[in-house]
Each structure stands twice: as C-alpha cells, then as structure tokens.
C-alpha cells in the first residue's frame, strides 16, 4: 500500500502500545511475561483497525475524492463494523480473564490488556487515522486515472 500508508498506520500502532502501556501503570497491572506477549502477540490484531480505515480512505481517493471526503466517508463506513469486531475479539477472552478461580486471577492481565489495546485501537481508527491520513494522502480533485499517481508519488499530472 505504500510507504505513507506504513507511516500511518505505523503511528497509530505506536499510540496504540502507548495508550495501553499508560492503562497499565494508571490500573496497577504490572508488565509480566503474559502481559508482554499478549501485547506482542496483539500487535497484529492491532493493526487490523487502522489499515481498513487507510485502505477505504485510498479507495475513495482512487476513485477522485478529496481527501476530507475521503476521510469522512471511511471513517463512517467503518466504525460500526471495526466495532463489532473489536467486542467480539475483547469478549472472547472474557470467560478466562474473569474466571473466579485461580486461573483467572493468573489470566486476568491477558484479557485486560488485550481488552484495552483492542479498545484502544478501535477508538483510535476512526478518530486519528483519517486526521493523519488527510495530511498524509492529502491531494486536491483528481481524474481517476491519475489518482494513484499523485497519492504515492506526487506527479502533478
């Protein structure tokens, strides 16, 4: 997709780890060996929610919208599905992380900071991404033809 798609979704990760790192220290949740993996391992769901919204802000752009439109209709269009997505993904380690017995006291860091960082990341996707993606694909009305041109290289005509 590019390397200003990279860029973006790159950042937006970053906030994502960082956003969910605060949560950890702000709730006491120390940073264990499952706590790491689980935050390593969730780095590729993570990226998940970002990418969809770039990937519908360059369809929009390809076919010759500005990039404020672009903006406003992937963020609209993928809010609710990337939502459902996310709860399903969070709720599906519920059963472990709330556990009463000792599994779910060992277990409960893996669904709270899986929970958080999913959350995380879909708050972020419709919010951040297209006001980083306006800047970042930012192009004025495009002919069809061009628009992939002057997304990743810059070419005026």
Do not use: C
């Not at 702000?26 to 970002?50: K, T």
């Not at 709270?112 to 980083?132: G, K, N, Q």
């Amino acid at each position: 997709m590019g390397p200003r798609t990279a860029i973006t979704v790159g950042a937006i990760l970053f906030l994502t780890v960082l956003g969910t790192l605060f949560f950890m220290l702000f709730f006491l949740i120390e940073m264990e060996r499952i706590s790491l993996g689980v935050l390593i391992i969730a780095m590729v769901v993570l990226i998940h929610n970002p990418i969809v919204v770039v990937e519908g802000m360059q369809s929009a752009m390809d076919r010759g919208t500005t990039s404020r439109e672009a903006v406003s209709e992937a963020a609209a269009k993928t809010q609710s599905p990337l939502l459902g997505a996310t709860v399903i993904g969070a709720l599906a380690l519920a059963s472990i992380g709330l556990s009463p017995d000792s599994t779910g006291e060992f277990m409960f860091s893996l669904f709270a900071v899986i929970s958080t960082s999913l959350l995380l990341s879909w708050f972020l996707a419709p919010t951040v991404t297209p006001l980083m993606g306006h800047y970042t694909f930012r192009q004025e009305i495009a002919d069809a033809g061009h628009a992939y041109g002057r997304l990743f290289f810059g070419a005026t005509a």
